[in-house]
């Protein structure tokens, strides 16, 4: 299968910010990195900043995701994951983290806090219509499938 890749333009608005890296080959997101210690106590949340802005290929996002590793062994996650960045966004590029852990979370500098996964996106037509077509699930929503 052939490789494809897309250019992803990066500038560093601090001295100290880490680009964005894949720590495996074949890995889906690039590791985001803190350029600043911040404690996030219990059951509050925190603007973490990256030092760096991007410029995405058009028809593209990237996505912000959580690090499974500080979900896991911490409670810390992304609050709203997978945040969107969209193509036309010039800021810097800043991380909420929310500590569901019961103790303080210290972020380190350079530590890595995040993911960023760079997806094509669909422009779509919108269809105003009187009815939709019917499936087997219909309207049956959370839960409708039971848990076994």
């Known amino acids: 299968m052939k490789e494809s890749t897309i250019q992803l333009k990066i500038t560093k608005i601090n001295e100290t910010a880490k680009l964005p890296q894949y720590a495996h080959d074949g890995d889906a997101g690039m590791d985001l990195f803190s350029i600043e210690e911040v404690i996030i106590p219990p059951s509050e949340t925190a603007l973490?900043?990256?030092?760096?802005?991007i410029e995405l290929p058009r028809n593209t996002e990237a996505q912000v995701r959580p690090r499974s590793g500080?979900?896991?062994?911490?409670?810390?996650?992304?609050?709203?994951?997978?945040?969107?960045?969209?193509?036309?966004?010039?800021?810097?590029?800043?991380?909420?983290?929310?500590?569901?852990?019961?103790?303080?979370?210290?972020?380190?500098?350079?530590?890595?806090i995040a993911q960023m996964v760079v997806k094509p996106v669909l422009k779509?037509?919108?269809i105003k219509v009187q009815q939709l077509s019917e499936t087997e699930r219909s309207e049956g929503g959370f839960g409708s499938t039971g848990v076994k």
């Open 70 to 112: 500080l979900a896991l062994k911490h409670s810390i996650t992304v609050l709203n994951t997978p945040g969107t960045i969209d193509e036309g966004y010039r800021g810097e590029i800043g991380i909420i983290l929310i500590n569901h852990g019961k103790l303080p979370f210290k972020v380190e500098k350079n530590m890595k």
């Open 48 to 53: 973490i900043h990256t030092g760096i802005k």
């Open 124 to 126: 779509v037509n919108i």
